[in-house]
């Protein structure tokens, strides 16, 4: 995150921060539908679902790893890939927050 005084915030704020940056970009999107589609993957059936090159996908895996988006287990010379869940409840955690704080609020200000 750079200069953003990270300190200054809690942990649960900068995890939750993470998975949204992780998230940001439509590459990853695609790598996480397409995990959730086929459960388990190496990176080259990625690279071989979207229009981007070896080492940009395993960028991108790399963010959504380092996010705890999803694990990578080592499997002969290959690793392979899969949805981290425990990630993905804590963020639906988070937006569940969100949203019933929305809905039980009264009047909006704006």
């Known amino acids: 995150?750079?200069?953003s005084k990270t300190e200054h915030f809690t942990p649960k704020?900068?995890?939750i921060a993470s998975i949204m940056k992780a998230l940001g970009?439509?590459?990853r999107i695609a790598i996480i539908d397409y995990l959730l589609k086929v459960d388990t993957c190496?990176?080259?059936d990625i690279?071989?679902?979207?229009p981007?090159?070896?080492p940009t996908v395993s960028q991108h895996l790399k963010e959504l790893k380092n996010a705890g988006l999803i694990k990578g287990n080592t499997e002969g010379n290959a690793i392979c890939y899969c949805i981290d869940e425990e990630t993905f409840f804590k963020f639906q955690n988070?937006?569940?927050e969100v949203f019933g704080k929305i809905k039980a609020q009264k009047n909006n200000c704006c």
Request: net charge negative.
């Open 47 to 50: 690279v071989n679902e979207l």
């Open 25 to 27: 970009h439509p590459a």
């Open 1 to 3: 995150m750079g200069a």
């Open 42 to 44: 190496i990176c080259g």
């Open 13 to 15: 704020q900068n995890e």
């Open 52 to 54: 981007l090159a070896q």
């Open 94 to 96: 988070f937006l569940s």
